[in-house]
């Protein structure tokens, strides 16, 4: 039979024949590496990163850096273990044009780092990038002292006229829509003149422990970093100015990448070994040892790795996930597919992420037979029996894997644009094969 060209970018999700049985081995993090290599961009010295991700979201950022003169060559670690880039930081250049893609880490964590170029620096990307929320970066340069041409929608396209410092000091920004505003402020802040006191004063702050990833990766390079956790003021974070030094930095698993992998141990009741499972880690996706295991499994951290296993049994669950947004597609999945309702709370600002997160999962759930319904900040989930039909993933990562999930337990399930994993996670088909033995 002839087959329909639109069918061509369908990718037909396997469904799992049995409880599952494997050992993934999950590649780095997203938001470990984007953030080492700007801090190493930024350092007085040559850095190490081992294990770096290379997705598309991390090769935007390391080009990105690269067109601003940063030397980012390909190599093996110290120890002579392991593929690795080694960071050779220099004067910022303008005039350069950066490709943020859709990556949220590259629009808000480099125009910062443009401004102490030495010329103008143009951002640009994909058409959704133009709709997420930028003005908290662009507004708070302003009063840090940087000029900036925008179309005054608070978003992209825009240029940054690097002036080769930046004086930094006191800013208020409402990062009530992304943490990553914050971040941004603080990744460059030790190069800043005055350091930087950032000043959070919207109502709600999202994934406050990517700020902590950002405050503890900062002091790992020598910075001084004031939090309201070390007895320092709600919602303000003040950065000393300094030299930042070069660090030899292995990457951790990317946890929230880990997610389909251990949702498979739970929706069939098998096991799944994740190795190098970190025993202390900023990363959200360590929330999942407790959200999935309150969803039906359970996990051991042992010196392997973290081994999560499923009972047969999968519950709904009643869970704010406004520290770890980037986890609701995937609980979402397995809500879906659970004994009882599901309410998934504190995620408004999911509407701005790859794609409105929140209609996009109530859509695709509900064509497949589903009972999602959206709430002002989530999702009620009502698991009802599924159908196969086509899972349509707004050229968002997570939405692919979400939809992978379902299909596991559910036949005929066809994902559209599985390829859009990429952003983070480019063997998504082939780990995801590869665990179900196929
Ligand atoms: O700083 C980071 O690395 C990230 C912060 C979060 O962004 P938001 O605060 O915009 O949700 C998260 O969802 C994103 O995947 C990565
Ligand atoms: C929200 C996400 O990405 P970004 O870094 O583009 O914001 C995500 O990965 O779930």
Known sequence: MAQNPADTALWPAPHASGAVDATVHVPGSKSVTNRALVLAALASEPGWLRRPLRS??????????????????????????GEAWRVLPAG?????TVDVGNAGTVM????????????????????????????????????????????????????????????????????????????????????????????HIGSTLP??????????????????????????EPNVWRVTPGALLGRDLTIEPDLSNAQPFLAAALVTGGKVLIPDWPA????????????????????????????????????G??????DVGELTPGVAAVAALADSPSTLRG??????????????????????????????????????????????TYEDHRMATAGAIIGLAVEGVRIENV????????????????????
């Not at 910022?92 to 350069?96: C, E, F, S």
């Not at 669950?317 to 406004?322: E, F, H, Y």
């Open 92 to 96: 910022l250049r303008g005039p350069a």
């Open 317 to 322: 669950i009643d869970v704010d996930l406004g």
């Open 56 to 81: 598309r979201d991390t090769l935007l950022m390391a080009g990105a850096l690269r067109t601003m003169g940063v030397g980012i060559e390909e190599g093996v670690g110290p120890d002579g273990t």
């Open 108 to 199: 808000r964590f480099l125009p910062p780092v443009a401004a102490l170029a030495d010329g103008p620096v143009r951002f640009d990307g994909d058409p959704r990038s133009y709709e997420r929320p930028l003005n908290g970066v662009i507004d708070a340069l302003r009063v840090l002292g940087a000029r900036i041409d925008d179309d005054g929608r608070g978003a992209l396209p825009l240029t940054v006229h690097g002036g080769g410092a930046l004086d930094g000091g006191p800013v208020e920004v409402d990062a009530s829509s992304s943490s990553q505003f914050v971040s941004a402020l603080l990744l460059s802040g030790p190069r800043f003149n005055q350091g930087v006191e950032v000043r």
């Open 419 to 438: 390829a859009t994993t990429a952003k983070t996670l480019p063997d998504f088909p082939e780990l995801w094969t590869g665990m179900l033995g196929a």
């Open 207 to 232: 994934s406050v422990p990517h700020i902590r990833m950002t405050v503890d990766m900062l002091r790992a390079v020598g910075a001084q970093v004031d939090t309201p956790e070390s007895g320092g």
């Open 347 to 392: 995620v408004a600002h999911l509407r701005l992420h790859e794609t409105d997160r929140l209609a996009a999962l109530t859509k695709e759930i509900n064509e497949l037979g589903g009972d999602v319904t959206e709430t002002a900040d989530g999702l009620r989930i009502r698991p009802r029996p599924l159908h196969g039909g086509v899972f349509r």
């Open 280 to 315: 202390r880690t900023t990363q959200p996706g360590d929330r999942l040892r407790e959200i999935f295991t309150e969803m039906g499994g359970s996990c051991e951290l042992t010196d392997y790795g973290l081994v999560f296993t499923g009972s047969g049994a999968i519950h």
